[in-house]
């Protein structure tokens, strides 16, 4: 069983992120620019705070920053979507499925938690929009690891989103 957490706004990066109770998670704010998106802050209910800083491709989680390339790498081959994220010695892989509608992240190391799964928000015409949901293992104890997680998980979807969005108006700018 996982515990489901869900985005209460279809902006990701300007969300609050509720406990199944209704509690409060996350809350995330981001600051916006000229040219886009500046900086993601994600803090969780416990005050941890983990900062995605969108223009120098930047994590900052528990006072520690690193740079995307240094925790980021493809998975899989030059042609697969499949991308190693890794903190401190916990390797993820996260790959999309099912149209890009599911994101999972598995670990790539001895790890009872499982897998984390990410489900995108998803739009439909005549019913409810299915907001976005991060089911996080009831075994993932570790705050930093989730927090991690959800920094990387936001990541990807956010590049998703926006090279979504370039392709269907080229030339046109997006900022989620």
């Not at 509720?18 to 998670?25: I, K």
């Not at 999309?96 to 928000?121: I, M, W």
């Not at 907001?131 to 990807?156: G, K, N, S």
Request: some cysteine; overall charge neutral; aromatic content about 12%.
């Amino acid at each position: 069983m996982a515990l489901a957490l869900t985005f209460m706004d279809r902006k990701l990066t300007d969300s609050v992120v509720v406990c199944p109770d209704g509690g409060l998670y996350y809350t995330l704010s981001t600051t916006h620019g000229f040219r886009g998106r500046k900086i993601t802050t994600i803090t969780a209910a416990s005050g941890l705070v983990g900062i995605i800083n969108w223009r120098e491709d930047v994590f900052v989680l528990n006072g520690v920053e690193k740079k995307w390339n240094q925790i980021r790498a493809r998975s899989g081959g030059i042609f697969s979507s499949a991308r190693e994220w890794n903190w401190d010695g916990r390797p993820y892989t996260l790959k999309y499925h099912n149209s890009h509608k599911e994101l999972l992240a598995t670990p790539n190391f001895d790890s009872t938690a499982g897998t984390v799964r990410f489900a995108t928000y998803d739009v439909h015409l005549f019913q409810k929009n299915d907001p976005a949901v991060l089911y996080l293992p009831h075994q993932m104890q570790d705050e930093i690891e989730r927090m991690f997680l959800l920094m990387a998980i936001l990541q990807t979807e956010i590049d998703r989103q926006d090279s979504e969005a370039a392709r269907i108006f080229p030339g046109f700018h997006f900022t989620c």
